[in-house]
């Protein structure tokens, strides 16, 4: 059913205009402590759905495991970060991009788009799983340092730190601890629990947009493009910085697709729950809408760059390549 396929962006839009329209319920929500629970959701559900048993395959592979942490949690903020604080764009756009360019790899996409590319799925499914818990504990120093470059925001590294590790970290544990006990049942019902996962997710840009519909509505359409364009370069630097660097370290054809595909992603969930847990006295909440519409066209941007770059990848030989 398309509708479920394309859940996620189609999802994303329509809460996008929802709370434009109608933003009362969004904000009523809001005052609740209904982000939080989102997000809690979010992580339990991706711990429960985490087959993390193939991870041992990939060891092996650990040179290209190196480069796509340090890519991921380190290389990519720092070039992203320093293109999106020099795009045409209001304060609160390029914010927004520097929050989206300091986050870890994707949870599901991007294993979902090696696999469709005939990459290494198990080295996907390790980068997904190191960076997300690494992210919790780099996540907060990188971002306090990209955002005390934009010159007006400071914020509490520390204070970000256990917030993320309640948030994130211990949902995602408690989802494999459930795992453990209820593995089959969890495979045999993914689909289902991953439209609750997408749900949870869906709701928090709601409740922000509705907060922020009257600012919303006065961004400039050109504003609009300039930042979607925006987000496609820096998502294409990223493809071309990572793809360089895995020709010249001369990983095989899967490897690279892996490390490229998830070297070059960032993930919306966390972007998300970052910015719903920077104080409103940094950040108050009519501008977290704004903050937020980078992060969600730089990860819809991405993921249809890289759906179309997978299916091209899909019809490569590996053996025809001279990096095997």
């Known amino acids: 059913m398309f509708l479920r396929r394309q859940m996620l962006p189609v999802g994303l839009l329509t809460v996008a205009i929802i709370g434009l329209i109608w933003p009362a ?10 982000q939080y629970v989102a997000v809690s959701i979010i992580f339990l559900c991706s711990g429960l759905l985490l087959r993390t048993q193939e991870i ?25 970060v320093a293109v999106a604080l020099h795009a045409p764009l209001e304060d609160s756009f390029r914010l927004g991009l520097a929050i989206f360019c300091c986050m870890p790899t994707t949870l599901s996409s991007g294993i979902a788009l090696t696999s469709q590319a005939k990459g290494n799925t198990a080295l996907a499914l390790l980068l997904t799983v190191s960076t997300n818990l690494l992210g919790v504990f780099t996540i907060p120093f990188v971002l306090a340092l990209a955002l005390g470059a934009v010159g007006s925001i400071t914020l509490s590294a520390e204070s970000l730190l256990v917030k993320l590790c309640l948030t994130i970290l211990l949902p995602l544990i408690a989802g494999r601890l459930l795992r453990l006990r209820l593995g089959d049942w969890a495979d045999a019902r993914r ?22 519909s009257d600012r919303l509505a006065a961004v400039a359409p050109d504003q609009l493009l300039i930042l979607i364009g ?52 940094v950040l108050s909440a009519q501008s977290k809408g704004l903050v937020a519409i980078p992060c969600i066209t730089s990860h819809l941007g991405q993921i249809f760059v890289d759906a179309f770059l997978a299916t091209r990848w899909s019809t490569i030989d590996h053996e025809s390549d001279g990096g095997t």
């Open 191 to 212: 689909s289902n629990i991953t439209v609750v996962s997408n749900l949870a997710l869906i709701s928090v840009p709601w409740m922000k947009f509705s907060q922020s």
């Open 25 to 34: 319920p969004g904000r009523a929500m809001a005052l609740l402590p209904t």
């Open 56 to 80: 041992r395959h990939a060891v092996s592979a650990w040179p290209a495991t190196l480069w796509g942490m340090t890519s991921i949690l380190f290389v990519t903020p720092a070039v992203g």
């Open 230 to 281: 925006a987000g496609l370069v820096i998502h294409l630097l990223y493809l071309a910085l990572n793809g360089g660097a895995t020709r010249l370290f001369g990983f095989s054809v899967p490897v690279r697709k892996a490390v490229v595909m998830m070297a070059s992603q960032k993930t919306l969930p966390v972007a998300l729950t970052v910015l719903a847990l920077i104080p409103d006295e």
